[in-house]
């Protein structure tokens, strides 16, 4: 069975900082994964997807890479804006329409 | 383009009482999925629809929830008789998911913030 971890569960840093979010998962055979932000109320919002072929994927001050053999991903975001806090779930879709979510990591940058 | 529709976006409720909770999809999606939310948690699936037809409802509590999706569009999710626990988040997804296994992006609406009394 296909289990998500996200680490930290929550992490605070001053406005600037370089930062690094965690997530792993327990099976490899998958054929993506996603990284959402979710506002407080909000639903989710896609922000980096990456295929199981591709090693990473980049988008503005975010940069998202996978090491599928060790079960690993990590979120990168460069010079943390008070605008970036919010909750940033990972979530690794298994094929047939199974797509499993980490319980997030909730950030909150400080001004 | 218009992104997935949900109302209400938040929902009081006592409890013993029922509710009930609509989702448009972006048009052109054929796969509609409704998610639970817990307090610090991720979405889990409750019930995924192919058109009109829920193709995984293993994880929807039969006896007390209920969706459907008419038509293939919009779909509706119930709770009758809603219990203290049942307190979260409902979110709807959609993907167009045009024989590709299963492998789409997924696309969130707002969600319906659910609170029973």
């Known amino acids: 069975k296909q289990e998500v971890t996200q680490i930290p569960a929550a992490l605070s840093v001053p406005e600037g900082e370089n930062l690094v979010l965690n997530c792993s998962f327990t099976d490899s055979a998958i054929y993506n994964l996603q990284w959402f932000r979710q506002d407080p109320g909000k639903g989710l919002t896609s922000l980096l997807l990456i295929q199981s072929s591709q090693r990473e994927q980049t988008s503005g001050r975010l940069n998202a890479s996978l090491d599928k053999s060790s079960g690993r991903s990590t979120l990168y975001i460069a010079a943390s804006q008070p605008g970036d806090s919010a909750t940033y779930l990972c979530a690794v879709n298994t094929g047939g329409f199974k797509t499993i979510f980490g319980a997030g990591t909730r950030l909150f940058v400080k001004a | 383009e218009a992104g997935v529709v949900q109302s209400p976006r938040y929902k009081i409720i006592e409890k013993k009482q029922p509710v009930a909770f609509w989702c448009n999809p972006i048009?052109?999606?054929?796969?509609l999925y409704w998610y639970l939310q817990n307090l610090g948690q991720g979405p889990e699936l409750l019930i995924r629809?192919?058109?009109?037809?829920?193709?995984?409802d293993s994880q929807l509590p039969k006896d007390r929830f209920s969706a459907e999706r008419l038509k293939g569009v919009d779909s509706t999710l119930k709770i009758q008789p809603a219990e203290l626990g049942d307190s979260a988040v409902y979110l709807c997804?959609?993907?167009?998911?045009?024989?590709?296994?299963?492998?789409?992006?997924?696309?969130f609406g707002p969600g319906t913030r659910l609170t029973v009394l």
């Open positions: 997804a959609s993907s167009l998911e045009a024989g590709s296994g299963g492998t789409d992006t997924q696309y």
């Open positions: 629809y192919e058109n009109e037809e829920a193709v995984d």
């Open positions: 048009s052109g999606h054929n796969t």
